[in-house]
C-alpha cells in the first residue's frame, strides 16, 4: 500500500481558515466606502436591512444592523445610487464576504436629483402641489411662526426684517436644518404648530416660515425629503418656505403657500410695511373724504333746484285761508236755502189730509153760494124793475142755503167717518197682495202668498197660511137716493 510522502503544508480547521480569512480582509480593508446602486434591498422584522451593491461588472452583499438604521441620513431603496460607507468582513456560515454599512450618501447630484424628480412626480400625480390647495397669506398676521436653526443668521435676519416692517410676535421653533433626522424634526415642527389650540397658553401662529440658508444640494436634502414635503401641505396654516438662495429650489416649495427667495423676503411677505399701510390709508382717507365732498355739492345743487320749483308756501297758505273764510261766511246762507230747496222738492210728495180736502169743498160752495147770490141779484134787476123787486123775498133762498150747507156738513161728516185712516184708527186693518191692490174677500188669498197689512201706524208683512173661516155676510143696503136740491 502506497503511502502519500511527507508534506510541510500545514494543516487548518475550517474555523480557522475562515477566521484567518476574515482577520485578513478586516486588517487589508479596515474601514472602505464603495459607490454603486441599490439592489434587492429588503428590510426583515429583526429591523437588518439586507442589500447588495452593483455596478456594472460586479455586486457585493451588504448588511445594515437595526443599530444603525436610524442613523442613516438616506434610507435604502432599490435603484438608489449611494456611497456606501463601513468595513468588509466575512460570513464563516457560507463562505462570504460582506460589506457592514453604518453611513449611506447619494452618489453626486446625478443620483440626487433623479430621486428628488421620482418623488416630485410622485407627489405630483396625488395632488400635493395643486393651485387649488394654496391659500392666501393674512394681511396683518398676529404671530408668525418660524421653523429653521436656532444658530445662524436666518432667524435673525427674519427678526430684523419684521422689527423694521411691521413689529409682530414671533415664535421659533428650533430645529436642525440639515444632517441626520433633521428632516423628521422639520415635519414634527410643522405638525406641532398646526396642532396648537387658539387662544392657547402658547399662542397659535397666523402664518408659518420654513427657514435656512444656502448650501449645497446634499446640505438641502432634509427639505426635499417625503415626510417634510407632506408635512408642509397638510399644514392647517399658510406657510412660506424660504430654503436657501434664490437659485436653489426644493420639493417644499412646490407644496408652501409661497414660496420666498431668502428668508429676509418670507419676512416681507409675512409681514407688511407699516409706512405703506399708512400711506394707503392717507390714500383712501384723502379720496373718500373728496368722494363725500363731491356728494354733498351735488345734493346741494340738487335742493337748489327743487327749492326753485316749489310754490310760495306762506303765500299759499294765506290765501287758502282767506277761501276758507269766505266760505265760512256764506255758510249759513247757503244752508237756508238747501233746507227751502229740499222742501220745495219734497212739498208735492206730501199726501194731503182729508180734514183739507173737506175744507177746500166747503170754500167751494161758499163760493158757489156767493155765485149764486149775485147771478140772482142781477137777474132781479134785470126784470121788471124795482116794483118787482120790492115784491121779492130773499127768504126762500136763504132757507135754501142753509138746508144744502147743513146737508154738506153733514156729508163732510159722513165723509171723514167713513175715511179708511179712521176705520184704521179704530182697529181694522187694510189687507194687500203683492202687487198692493186691497184683498175684500179670503177665497182671493192662496196660500203661501206675501201679503202687505195696513195698520193706522204703519205696515207689516204677512204669509197666508191657506186656512179659511167663512162667516155669513150681511146683505148690503142700497144706498140712500139723495139730491142736491
Known amino acids: ?31 472602505v466606502r464603495v459607490r454603486g446602486e441599490i439592489t434587492e434591498c429588503k428590510r426583515y422584522p429583526s429591523g437588518h436591512i439586507y442589500l447588495s451593491l452593483k455596478d456594472e461588472n460586479a455586486k457585493l452583499e451588504s448588511v445594515v444592523w437595526r443599530t444603525s438604521v436610524s442613523r442613516l441620513s438616506v434610507q435604502p431603496e432599490n435603484g438608489l445610487e449611494v456611497i456606501a460607507t463601513g468595513k468588509l468582513t466575512t460570513y464563516a456560515d457560507r463562505s462570504k464576504y460582506q460589506l457592514v454599512i453604518d453611513r449611506l450618501e447619494f452618489a453626486g447630484e446625478g443620483a440626487l436629483l433623479a430621486r428628488i424628480e421620482m418623488l416630485r412626480k410622485k407627489l405630483l400625480a396625488e395632488g400635493l402641489f395643486e393651485d387649488s390647495r394654496k391659500r392666501p397669506l393674512p394681511r396683518l398676521p398676529l404671530v408668525v411662526g418660524v421653523v429653521t436653526s436656532e444658530a445662524g443668521a436666518v432667524i435673525q435676519d427674519i427678526r430684523t426684517t419684521i422689527l423694521r416692517r411691521f413689529p409682530r410676535r414671533l415664535i421659533l ?3 436642525p436644518v440639515q444632517g441626520q433626522g433633521a428632516a423628521e424634526k422639520i415635519a414634527a415642527a410643522i405638525e406641532g404648530f398646526g396642532r396648537l389650540p387658539v387662544g392657547g397658553p402658547i399662542p397659535r401662529p397666523d402664518v408659518l416660515i420654513v427657514a435656512r440658508g444656502g448650501g449645497s444640494l446634499e446640505d438641502l436634502m432634509a427639505f426635499n425629503e417625503e415626510v417634510v ?56 382717507e384723502a379720496r373718500l ?25 306762506p303765500a299759499r297758505v294765506l290765501d287758502l285761508r282767506r277761501r276758507l273764510d269766505e266760505a265760512g261766511d256764506s255758510l249759513p246762507g247757503a244752508l237756508t236755502g ?31 153760494d156767493g155765485r149764486k147770490a149775485a147771478a140772482f141779484a142781477r137777474i132781479v134787476q134785470r126784470q121788471r124793475g124795482a116794483r118787482a123787486l120790492q115784491a121779492f123775498s130773499s127768504a126762500p133762498v136763504e132757507a135754501l142755503l142753509r138746508q144744502k150747507r147743513e146737508r154738506l156738513e153733514g156729508l163732510s161728516a159722513r165723509l171723514e167717518a167713513g175715511s179708511y185712516q179712521s176705520v184704521l184708527a179704530r182697529g181694522f186693518a187694510l189687507v194687500k197682495d203683492a202687487d198692493g191692490q186691497p184683498l175684500t174677500r179670503a177665497a182671493d188669498v192662496a196660500a203661501g202668498a206675501r201679503l202687505s197689512i195696513a195698520f193706522a201706524d204703519g205696515a ?17 143696503k142700497p144706498p140712500a137716493q139723495e139730491s142736491l136740491l
Open 460 to 476: 207689516v208683512g204677512a204669509t197666508a197660511d191657506g186656512a179659511t173661516t167663512r162667516t155669513a155676510r150681511a146683505k148690503p
Open 229 to 284: 414635503v407632506r408635512a408642509a401641505a397638510l399644514s392647517p396654516i399658510p406657510l412660506i418656505s424660504a430654503v436657501g438662495h434664490e437659485t436653489d429650489t426644493t420639493l417644499i416649495d412646490f407644496a408652501s403657500d409661497r414660496r420666498a427667495p431668502t428668508p429676509t423676503a418670507a419676512a416681507e411677505l409675512a409681514v407688511p410695511a407699516r409706512a405703506d399701510l399708512l400711506a394707503d390709508l392717507a390714500q383712501r
Open 338 to 368: 238747501f233746507i227751502a230747496n229740499r222742501r220745495a222738492a219734497l212739498a208735492p210728495l206730501i199726501v194731503p189730509h182729508p180734514r183739507a180736502g173737506i175744507a177746500a169743498r166747503r170754500h167751494a160752495v161758499a163760493l158757489l
Open 173 to 175: 421653533w428650533p430645529v
Open 1 to 31: 500500500m502506497d503511502t502519500p510522502p511527507p508534506s510541510n503544508i500545514p494543516e487548518y480547521a475550517v474555523a480557522e481558515i475562515a477566521g484567518a480569512i476574515r482577520r485578513t480582509l478586516e486588517g487589508a480593508f479596515g474601514r
Open 289 to 313: 373724504r373728496g368722494a363725500v365732498v363731491r356728494q354733498l355739492r351735488a345734493a346741494e345743487t340738487t335742493l337748489l333746484r327743487l327749492e326753485r320749483r316749489l310754490p310760495d308756501v
